[in-house]
């Protein structure tokens, strides 16, 4: 199951450890996506903290880290290939693994009604 922040990213929870991304919406709010900037492994995110920043031909973004822990593992292919934002940012497009100080903090995030509501 999904679950969703109000700045447009994603958390797909397995026990402790959290896969992020950013949202269908976001990625067609940015256009085509050229560059992503992802943070080292090891490195330690807050909630609402930066963790990453998206490069379109219309702006640069920052990515927020929906819930506070540890980067486990990023998503290397993006560099090569940053377009699979823009094409699958559900899928081989993630960014992130956090291992996550609280998992439980990941209840007070929006399910995908709240969130299409938020988008509509």
């Known amino acids: 199951m999904l679950k969703y922040t109000e ?13 992020v991304g ?8 940015l256009g085509d996506i050229v560059f992503v900037e992802l943070p080292d492994v090891g490195t330690a995110v807050t909630a609402g903290g930066d963790m990453a920043t998206v490069e379109s031909f219309k702006a640069a973004s920052s ?4 819930l506070s ?3 486990i593992e990023i998503n ?14 559900l899928g081989a497009g993630w960014f992130v693994k956090i291992k996550l100080d609280n998992p439980s903090a990941a209840d007070a995030l929006m399910d995908e009604d709240a969130y299409k509501a938020l988008i509509a």
């Open 63 to 66: 990515v927020y880290a929906p």
């Open 76 to 89: 290397d292919s993006l560099s090569d290939d940053p377009a699979q934002v823009n094409s699958e940012p």
């Open 22 to 29: 950013i949202t269908d919406h976001a990625q067609d709010a």
């Open 7 to 19: 700045d447009h990213e994603w958390i797909s929870l397995e026990g402790d450890v959290a896969t």
């Open 69 to 71: 822990g540890e980067i």
